[in-house]
């Protein structure tokens, strides 16, 4: 009985918001211009349950609904609206994860835990990306906003799921940011080391990456989208190269030993998935481009599923190559602090070591600024639906970019680590415990549009079997990487960041509650 009052509830708030939808687009209904009336909560301007979020109609979203052309909607954010094309698109998400860096730091980790099935692992994670990023992107077929994700779940999932996504989000991306940042001056220290036998301080290190980061992100985003572009391009490419000398150099030859799965426990998957996920993380980024990106329910439904599916076959690549590689040397994959480096020297190539090295470095800068620009969208969609101060809701008419909330991402990703570095925390300590807080946050939010998509579907009346059942696959998917990633917890470090992500959503649910209590006051006084 409970489980079917749920779904009919789900349904129910479903069926209401998108009848408000394409009621909103038929009347051309104004905007509310009372902050106080606005604030109500997540479903006031959408015809939501009293008291839910804010959903916010996109132009994708009033055509999706059976309205007018994305070009009659007047809600585009203050956003250039258009400006991106597919490859920039693509660009965001491939930035955001960041796919030169793991090579030469996680896939040690993933080796450390699955030594001859790490590209198993792989895999694994591989079909996980993959079934979130069908749901993503059906998605991302319907609507088109800066929320991306959290959109989705507030849209379509009663109010306080929609609240959970957007604070699981916001964490998601700020953390992931923050993570690289520390990736960042392990790898400005390692070249430093390198070249000048000099450690840079921390500080200024993180300065520099955090603030120029957020200097680009607010001036244009087509060139921040293009830079990242080239800059994942360009340290791809050198690890292919390294990749492909070594095994010319060496002959191309099957390794039984990591087909066989040879000394693998099954106790050691669970764990090495959860790091290799770590890998996929912020491959749903080009979602929150939703007002920027030309023809958006094309283009990143597309980049979406491009990015899991091109990074997976890179990671495989990697991983078996790798391991591979290390054959015979005396020093273990997950001891090396350059991996690609010593296999650039091993296939007799090592000035691509170098150039790996500082291209890993670039990336991380790359991956920081997709980071930002995400970050400060999901900002901005918060403040439009009244989650936080209006003042992030603001635009720079010449820029097209939320300046307010970009200077606040960057801010957070510094102030972050910033703090880890002044107690003496590593780059590559940052990188693993503030990387591990952020995967909490994306599972949160994969996990609740997974399970809203059957909802949304339907109350569109395009309900599928199939697709209920890959979204019930993907819940459980993630509830389980979950559960891996409590059990695989091995020190006090990580066992306290389930933690600390369960009282920042727990503060976040009592900030929204206080908002809407106190306009809900307000308005009654009036």
């Known amino acids: ?53 804010v959903a916010g109609q996109t132009r994708a979203e009033v055509s999706a609904a059976g309205g007018p052309t ?3 909607s007047e809600e585009n954010y203050g956003l250039h609206h258009g400006v991106l094309g597919p490859l920039e698109t693509l660009a965001q998400s491939v930035s955001a994860m960041a796919p030169s860096t793991s090579p030469s730091l996680t896939i040690p980790l993933v080796f450390a835990l699955a030594a001859n099935a790490t590209w198993f692992v792989y895999l694994l994670a591989t079909g996980a990306t993959l079934l979130v990023g069908f ?44 993570s690289v940042a520390g990736g960042a001056l392990y790898y400005a220290g390692v070249l430093a080391q390198q070249f000048f036998h000099w450690t840079p301080p921390a500080l200024l290190i993180l300065a520099v990456v955090c603030s120029v980061a ?33 095994l010319f150099r060496f002959g191309l030859h099957f390794d039984l030993d990591q087909f066989r799965l040879k000394g693998v426990t099954v106790s050691s998957l669970g764990p090495a998935l959860v790091l290799a996920m770590f890998s996929f993380v912020g491959f749903e980024s080009a979602t929150t481009l939703g007002n920027e990106a030309r023809e958006p329910l094309k283009t990143i439904p597309r980049a979406v599923l491009q990015c899991a599916i091109l990074a997976g076959v890179f990671f495989m690549l990697c991983s078996y190559s790798e391991v591979l590689g290390f054959r015979g040397e005396s020093s273990q994959l997950s001891d090396s602090t ?22 890993a470095a670039v990336s991380m800068f790359a991956c920081v600024l997709a980071c930002t620009t995400a970050a400060a969208r999901v900002l901005l969609r918060m403040a439009h639906a009244r989650l936080l101060p209006a003042a992030l809701e603001r635009t720079s008419t010449k820029h097209g ?71 019930g696959l993907t819940v459980v998917v ?28 727990g503060a976040g649910l009592v900030w929204y509650w206080v908002r809407r209590g106190k306009a809900e006051g307000i308005e009654t006084r009036e």
């Open 1 to 53: 009985m409970t489980a079917e009052w749920w779904a009919t509830d789900l349904l129910s708030v479903a069926h209401r918001k998108s009848n408000a939808l394409t009621a909103a687009a038929h009347s051309h209904k104004t905007r509310a211009t009372g902050r106080q009336s606005r604030v109500r909560g997540a479903g006031s301007r959408s015809g939501g349950a009293k008291g839910g979020l």
């Open 401 to 471: 970019t939320p300046g307010a909330a970009v200077v606040l991402s960057a801010g957070l990703m510094f102030a972050v680590t910033a703090a880890l570095a002044v107690s003496g925390v590593s780059g590559s300590e940052m990188y693993d415990w503030v990387g591990s807080l952020s995967v909490f946050g994306f599972l949160t939010a994969y996990a609740l549009v997974a399970a809203a998509l059957p909802f949304a579907r339907r109350a569109l009346g395009q309900h599928s079997h199939w697709v209920a059942a890959v979204s």
């Open 214 to 246: 957020g200097s680009i992100a607010y001036r244009d985003v087509k060139l921040s989208a293009e830079l990242m572009l080239w800059i994942e391009v360009v340290s791809v490419s050198l690890i292919l190269i390294v990749l492909a000398v070594l």
């Open 135 to 178: 749901c993503v992107s059906r998605f991302a077929r319907l609507s088109a906003s800066p929320g991306s994700l959290y959109t989705y779940a507030a849209d379509t999932l009663p109010p306080v799921f929609g609240v959970i996504a957007a604070w699981a989000l916001l964490l998601a991306y700020v953390t992931t940011g923050a």
């Open 338 to 359: 350059s991996p690609l480096h010593l296999l650039a020297n091993k296939a007799g190539i090592s000035p691509l070591g170098v150039a790996i090295d500082f291209g």
């Open 70 to 72: 994305p070009a009659a």
């Open 478 to 505: 993630m509830v389980l990487i979950v559960i891996f990633d409590l059990r695989s917890a091995t020190d006090a470090i990580h066992a306290r960041i389930p933690w600390i992500y369960l009282g920042y959503i």
